[in-house]
């Protein structure tokens, strides 16, 4: 298409050289007669006819293939989505772009397109303005280990300040967790907790848990029932440990990378113990 352009340009200077007149060659060439007079000039000026195009030409730069394969390394492991990976890029020192990123997954087969849109919540994003004015707790069972998993997580930076993997689930083993958060991390003001029996007393009565925190001097507070998004993080991080966390050989590993390495975009791709020490600091 180009070629075809710049020959007809030098058809319209030769036959300009040949004492055509300017409607004659506009009529013949079918463009207006105000650009056949404009490739004239440029060739009176002694401008070559292929340098003429003002298209500018667009090139794509070719992303790397060490890339190209981290890309696909960290999707395959933790099936980060494009700005989580662009991100995590960005802390290294490489500049990428989100779309790029997904182009990429795209190609090498690794998108898994939502059978149907994703419904969107609506909810209060809320959280405590410095680390340890309150934690989240609760019990999961983890059917791979046959064991239960407790996680206390600080509500403001989402750090796991203690974890612990026991063959029940029972009110002592949460306090023996909490015993180790407390002793690595300081005292909380509040803990937050479902209300489960391991945390409330089935007849209303106060609690064993309650009256250790007390004794500690921490305010006990629960979920309202029928509102699972009020310890929204703490199941968030139950999630991640399913989908992340779980091929890791120990529980320690699994916590110490989710503190000191992964990323997370609701703390503008920061580590939550990057975020619990410049609070601490601050």
Known sequence: MERDIVKLREWVVRKHSQKWSLDEIASHAQVPRSTCHRWITWAEEGRTLEDLSRKPKRTRNKTSLFIVIEIIVLRLLFWWGPDKIKGWLARQGTVIG?????????????????????????????EREKPNELWQTDWKYVPW?????????????????????????TTENALMTLKEAVRRYGTPQQILTDN?????????????FTKALKETGIEHITSSIGKPTTLGKIERWFHTYDEELMRYRSLEDAVRFYNVIRIHQSLGYKTPIEVYQQSQMS
């Open 98 to 126: 989100q779309r790029t990123v997904y182009r990429i997954i795209c190609k090498y087969g690794l998108n898994r397109p939502l059978s149907r849109p994703r419904r969107k919540l609506r909810y209060i994003r809320w």
């Open 145 to 169: 280990l046959n064991r239960w998993l407790i996680a206390y997580l600080d509500d403001h930076s989402r750090m796991i300040v203690a974890a612990g993997l026991y063959d029940e689930a």
């Open 196 to 208: 489960g029996t391991q945390f409330v007393a089935a007849r209303g009565e106060e609690s064993s």
